[in-house]
């Protein structure tokens, strides 16, 4: 009789503690979009790129607000590393679920989705620079004539 109650006892803990489980991992679904995001207020555009290409995956199984949201920090992430076409991608694909559904940022967001698509167009007009190896080039020998 004191077995059947100690069963049931841990099959209640079991359940409940994995029903408290469920809950926390289904309410913080975007951890890792607030991961990314947070590396990339905090200035490390690097790690944020680290992230965000790490966990790119779960994008398919992901609301709205998360894909937007991955889309605005991933491409701004993008633009302040200097990857103009990576951040052009990831700019519109923000841009194209705000489209869709107009509650998947908030307004914060949709500021920074703006600002980065601004400053994405300034670049993308600005003339390419050159590199270091482009402007700096070694002296030409002198050109001799054929009849010397």
Sequence with gaps: ????????QRRTSTLVLASALLVM????????VARGSALYSDGHYVEA????EQT??????????????????RGATFLKLGDVPHAARWLGYARSIVRVDNDAL??????LLDDSLRALEIRAA??????EAE??????????????
């Excluded at 009789?1 to 049931?8: D, E, P």
């Excluded at 790129?49 to 965000?52: D, G, I, L, N, S």
């Design 25 to 32: 991992t289904s309410a913080c679904g975007g951890h890792f």
């Design 126 to 131: 600005a003339p390419a620079r050159k590199t």
């Design 106 to 111: 908030d307004n914060d967001e949709l500021v």
């Design 56 to 73: 790119e995956e779960r994008l398919t199984q992901s609301s709205n607000r998360d894909r937007a949201r991955f889309g605005v920090y």
């Design 49 to 52: 790129a680290e992230v965000f």
């Design 135 to 148: 402007v700096a080039r070694a002296p030409q020998p002198p050109q001799t004539s054929p009849t010397q």
């Design 1 to 8: 009789m004191c077995s059947v109650a100690v069963r049931s």
